[in-house]
T-cell receptor, first 115, second 115 residues
Framework: GAGVSQTPSNKVTEKGKYVELRCDPI?????LYWYRQSLGQGPEFLIY????????DSGLPNDRFFAVRPEGSVSTLKIQRTERGDSAVYLC?????????????FGPGTRLTVL | AQSVTQLGSHVSVSEGALVLLRCNYS??????LFWYVQYPNQGLQLLLK??????LVKGINGFEAEFKKSETSFHLTKPSAHMSDAAEYFC?????????????FGQGTRLTINP
């Protein structure tokens, strides 16, 4: 596709459940990022992939959060034992190489609601 | 540490009036700076970016921003507001840590246009 896509657009789950959020980056982009955006806030960095490897996962809040990018394209953010505080919009972005001056292109996000 | 402060969480202007959205940054290295716009239920879209070339940067939709090192500012302006400019605007600073590009966002400014 022409841009970054994310599925689902909305996800409602119950506390304690497991969820997976998918990101399909722009074709050819080696860098992929996950962010979390809470209401009224700017996006906060979660994890960065360069190719298949997680180059920086320092933003993941705890070990309930995990992300993979097995073939260097599509990525999945996985959240175990969801809590109400996990409710937010999860944004994915990709950039050509992850360089200092690169532009990150964002997807429309997945709105996660934990009841 | 790198940080961004956006002065004013809400800005309201009349249609046709000047738009001024303020952004101040803190960076220990020469910064690369970005402005993104977010329309309701959409992802972030790049408006413009400063990457150490010209200090006055022109972006899409008639927006421009001026990098002022002495003031550590990167304010966004548009001479004449249009109803379609109503959105959330985010300023971000880019830096490299351990080989990975990171974006740090401000908290955002919601722009309202009055007819």
């Amino acid at each position: 596709g022409a841009g970054v896509s994310q599925t689902p657009s909305n996800k409602v789950t119950e506390k304690g459940k497991y969820v997976e959020l998918r990101c399909d980056p722009i074709s050819g982009h080696t860098a992929l990022y996950w962010y979390r955006q809470s209401l009224g806030q700017g996006p906060e960095f979660l994890i960065y992939f360069q190719g298949t490897g997680a180059a920086d996962d320092s933003g993941l809040p705890n070990d309930r959060f995990f992300a993979v990018r097995p073939e260097g394209s599509v990525s999945t953010l996985k959240i175990q034992r969801t809590e109400r505080g996990d409710s937010a919009v999860y944004l994915c972005a990709s950039s050509p190489q992850g360089l200092y001056t690169d532009t990150q292109y964002f997807g429309p996000g997945t709105r996660l609601t934990v009841l | 540490a790198q940080s961004v402060t956006q002065l004013g969480s809400h800005v309201s202007v009349s249609e046709g009036a000047l738009v001024l959205l303020r952004c101040n940054y803190s960076s220990s290295v020469p910064p690369y700076l970005f402005w993104y716009v977010q329309y309701p239920n959409q992802g972030l879209q790049l408006l413009l970016k400063y990457t150490s070339a010209a200090t006055l940067v022109k972006g899409i939709n008639g927006f421009e921003a001026e990098f002022k090192k002495s003031e550590t500012s990167f304010h966004l302006t548009k001479p004449s507001a249009h109803m379609s400019d109503a959105a959330e605007y985010f300023c971000a600073v880019s830096y490299i840590i351990q080989g990975a590009q990171k974006l740090v966002f401000g908290q955002g400014t919601r722009l309202t246009i009055n007819p």
